[in-house]
């Protein structure tokens, strides 16, 4: 039996892997220099969960939900997003009585039964934020700012498009869908399938459809239908993004897939793939859909298997390396190197040694092919005088050391400076 992995799934590991740890890396230190708190949240929730929190009308919930009934005969589905599962958590564990706002990020698997195409798949990564009781334009700025640190962190934000926009509250809302409407009302055969379909249940999405662009030239935008209030909020978006010096563009196409955004939303989107590398918004409704009281709140999500392609083609290196690698003779040789090893590693030298009882050569030959940066070698000599040879691999200065943890990590600085 050939058993072959799931499609849409992927197995990460080894450089692809050193990728993806590098970003989280920077996404956990980004997170926490704003103060944000991580939180984890199941895989599967009920699958009303997900069709009242992400709307009836999206494809979500409509056509990539992986819904199964559990053997107790409960409908479950694995999770297709973290915002509604987030919003369950806040409501479930009593997060309104916390200090407000309430401030959380997270980072896991997501699932949607897509169909396959580049950066794409049926299980896929995302890192995201949701921030809960502040209606400020402030909170959207510290969305912003949090995705755009990630981004720029490993050195992507000049790859990459801030596109804005607002798509108002829920009384702009109405008279504009009400407008739009009957814009649409003797054009609406001509459109596509989609469209369609979207004129009856979720207007809002014929906006971001790439089909039936002729008709679309001259349909009335929600950006240029707000509300006062509205208005005021994404001026003052703007113009905090301006006083930050973050470059972003008006995007009047950009409504976001799922049902419950508004006010001000977002994408980062790739200038040389038209991909997006994530988004989010406002959503002060969502809250009280999932039965809270009224909370304001804010969130963004971005996926990382989109954020790991395209740090692989900046050919970016985020290999792990080895600091020292042990070349030893004997039994006697590998005692002695294993003791020193974790002394070494208490001193946060990366460290590895033979476990298979190689030849010298064999041993050396492993070194090269971990990129092992330097090599410490214990023979017959150096055991003898209690000595051990280290070798910088980059530029093949060497020197003998004692067998002292702390002598040998500034051996190997001093010999990593002989090859600048
Ligand atoms: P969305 O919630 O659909 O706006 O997704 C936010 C981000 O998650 C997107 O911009 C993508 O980077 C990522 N994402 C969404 N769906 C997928 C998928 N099927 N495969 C890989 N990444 C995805």
Redesign the pocket.
């Known amino acids: 039996m050939n058993i072959t992995r799931a499609k849409g799934t992927r197995d990460i590991f080894y450089d692809e892997m050193d990728n993806f740890s590098k970003i989280e890396e920077e996404i956990r230190k980004v997170c926490m220099l704003h103060n944000i708190n991580e939180i984890r949240v199941p895989v599967f929730e009920q699958a009303e969960l997900f069709a009242r929190g992400v709307g009836d009308g999206t494809d979500?919930v409509t056509k990539e939900m992986y819904t199964f009934e559990d053997r107790g005969g409960r409908s479950m589905t694995l999770r297709p997003?973290f915002t509604a599962g987030v919003v369950r958590a806040y409501l479930e564990n009593g997060f309104a009585s916390k200090a407000s706002p309430v401030k959380l990020w997270y980072n896991g698997t997501?699932y949607?039964y897509?169909k396959m195409q580049k950066?794409?798949?049926?299980e896929?990564r995302?890192f995201g934020v949701e921030i809960f009781g502040a209606s400020s334009y402030r909170a959207e700025i510290e969305a912003i700012v949090i995705a755009k640190e990630v981004l720029e962190s490993i050195g992507l934000m000049n790859k990459l498009k801030l596109k804005i926009n607002s798509i108002g509250c829920t009384e702009c809302r109405k008279k504009y869908t009400e407008k739009l409407r009957e814009y649409l009302k003797d054009k609406i055969d001509g459109m596509c399938t989609d469209c369609k379909n979207r004129y009856e249940k979720n207007i809002m999405r014929i906006i971001d459809c790439k089909e039936d662009l002729e008709i679309k030239k001259s349909m009335p935008m929600i950006t240029d239908n707000l509300c006062e209030e509205c208005k005021n909020d994404f001026e003052n978006v703007k113009s905090m993004l301006d006083s930050l010096n973050i470059d972003y563009e008006i995007d009047k196409t950009i409504v976001?897939?799922?049902d419950y955004y508004n006010k001000t939303v977002f994408?980062f989107v790739s200038k040389d793939l038209d991909l997006?590398?994530?988004?989010g918004g406002r959503y002060d409704t969502l809250v009280e859909t999932l039965g809270g009281t009224p909370t304001n709140a804010v969130g963004f999500?971005?996926?990382l298997?989109?954020?790991e392609m395209l740090v692989k083609d900046l050919n970016k290196s985020y290999k792990k390396y080895v600091d020292m690698y042990f070349v030893v003779t004997d039994d006697e040789a590998f005692k002695v190197a294993y003791n020193l090893g974790e002394k070494l590693r208490k001193l946060d030298i990366i460290t590895d040694i033979d476990i298979l009882d190689r030849s010298f050569n064999a041993q050396l030959k492993y070194a090269s092919k971990i990129n092992a940066k330097n090599i410490g070698i214990i023979g017959e000599n150096e055991l003898k005088a209690g000595i051990i040879t280290v070798k910088n691999m980059e530029n093949s200065s060497q020197v003998t050391a004692d067998l002292d943890a702390k002598v040998i990590k500034d051996v190997i600085k001093l010999l990593n400076k002989k090859g600048e």
């Open positions: 979500i997003e997501a949607r897509e950066g794409r798949y049926r896929f995302q976001r897939g799922l994408e997006a590398v994530g988004g999500a971005l996926g298997d989109r954020i």
